[in-house]
């Protein structure tokens, strides 16, 4: 079979016809900030708050610039310093570091398990002798791991955890959304998340005072009571002239798109587990081939794939991605020496201090990775993993 794949792995699907009219009406009447609102009016932004605390069952929410701005907020808003270490996972992207590194603090790496999780023995040892006091959690890849026996863990070591969900908003581990086991949960509206404003992300937390300290990092000029999912005025009271404005608001026209791809979230998430499906049905029982385990516990949002390729040496597996290339089927490869694309790892973040991982080299080595947009069908992907299935037994 030589059959080639046309589709694009970076294509997603079009903003819904809701969420454009709505951008249009804001663009009409031109009250593009979020403050910028008339009369009693609330405002896309602060709706979208209330619909995203909704949604995560959280107390109160807040809309911002990006992703890593949600990280980086989180981190201040739990009054994190210069010099200190934060703990994180070492198989996670760019901006996680980042926005560690943007608060003045240090990345801990953890290492990393087979089912593409924190490794909670490294966990463990690192949060007894690191001395942080935070964890900054990717859910990489919307693998989640046991998160009863990380937050045990972490409580009993006076670890707070910051959940870092860009890959697992709508996911969900023992029936409780992701972002709402640690404190504070960290989403992004990023073109390539579950829902696309381009740029964007939220917080969420059920913590009053860590909050409060959020709405009025992100630039609240003293309008805080304009937010909805938001603590009382009191709690801002003694933060209001201690707090500093690191501008970092969302603004009206991307919530506006923003809430009704909110509202579709649940039906995506039904037709993304549908395409994960039919790639793990396809490449199971394929010889050289590991699918990554799911827990039972974990309910998915199957927008990428991940595979190893165990027996695979490094000259093989660039083959392997080249000729899957060659068939219009794009994989990722976390082993290669460079950075490729959003593809970097925690050796190439050299503002960090160089930390030795074996057990995530190991695991990253033979890592492809794909993304699985709702562009695609179920017959894309069945297509798909035949061509990998194909390509991966002309090698062996
Ligand atoms: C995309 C992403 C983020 C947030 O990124 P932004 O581009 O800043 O929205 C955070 N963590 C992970 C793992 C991501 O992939």
Redesign the pocket.
């Known amino acids: 079979m030589t059959s080639r794949f046309t589709g694009t792995f970076t294509q997603q699907e079009p903003i819904p016809e809701a969420g454009i009219t709505a951008a249009l009406k804001v663009l009409r009447h031109g009250r593009l900030h979020r403050y910028n609102t008339l009369g009693d009016e609330p405002g896309e932004t602060a709706l979208l708050e209330e619909e995203v605390a909704a949604f995560t069952g959280a107390k109160y929410a807040l809309a911002v610039a990006?992703?890593?701005?949600a990280?980086g907020c989180a981190l201040r808003a739990l009054g994190i310093e210069p010099g200190e270490r934060v703990l994180l996972n070492g198989f996670?992207?760019a901006?996680?570091p980042g926005a560690i590194t943007s608060v003045g603090a240090e990345p801990v790496f953890v290492e990393t398990t087979e089912a593409l999780t924190i490794d909670l023995a490294d966990l463990a040892r690192k949060a007894a002798t690191s001395g942080a006091r935070v964890l900054l959690l990717?859910h990489?890849r919307g693998h989640i791991c046991d998160m009863g026996a990380l937050m045990r863990l972490c409580d009993q070591a006076g670890v707070r955890v910051i959940e870092?969900c860009?890959?697992t908003m709508g996911a969900r581990w023992g029936g409780v959304p992701s972002g709402r086991h640690g404190l504070i949960g960290c989403y992004?509206t990023?073109t390539?998340?579950h829902i696309n404003s381009g740029?964007g992300?939220f917080l969420v937390s059920d913590s009053a005072d860590v909050m409060a300290r959020a709405i009025l990092l992100s630039g609240s000029y003293m309008l805080y009571s304009r937010h909805h999912a938001a603590p009382p005025p009191e709690a801002f009271e003694c933060l209001k002239l201690t707090t500093p404005n690191i501008s970092g608001r969302m603004d009206n026209l991307r919530a506006a798109i923003l809430r009704p791809q909110l509202a579709d979230l649940p039906a995506q998430i039904v037709r993304w587990n549908a395409l994960y499906r039919a790639v793990e049905d396809g490449l199971g029982h394929t010889p050289g081939l590991a699918i990554i385990k799911r827990d039972p516990r974990e309910s998915i949002v199957g927008s990428s794939f991940q595979f190893r390729l165990p027996r695979m040496g490094p000259e093989t597996i660039q083959e392997m991605v080249a000729a899957c290339l060659a068939r219009g089927v794009e994989l990722k490869w976390f082993g290669a020496k460079e950075p490729v694309a959003f593809t970097s790892r925690y050796d190439s973040w050299h503002y960090a201090p160089k930390q030795r991982l074996p057990k995530t080299d190991r695991v990253l080595a033979d890592l492809l990775d794909m993304r699985l947009p709702l562009t695609f069908s179920v017959k894309d992907c069945v297509q798909i993993a035949a061509i990998i299935r194909d390509e991966l037994r002309k090698l062996t």
């Open positions: 990006s992703g890593g701005y990280m996670t992207l901006p996680v990717s990489m870092d860009a890959h992004s990023q390539y998340k740029e992300g």
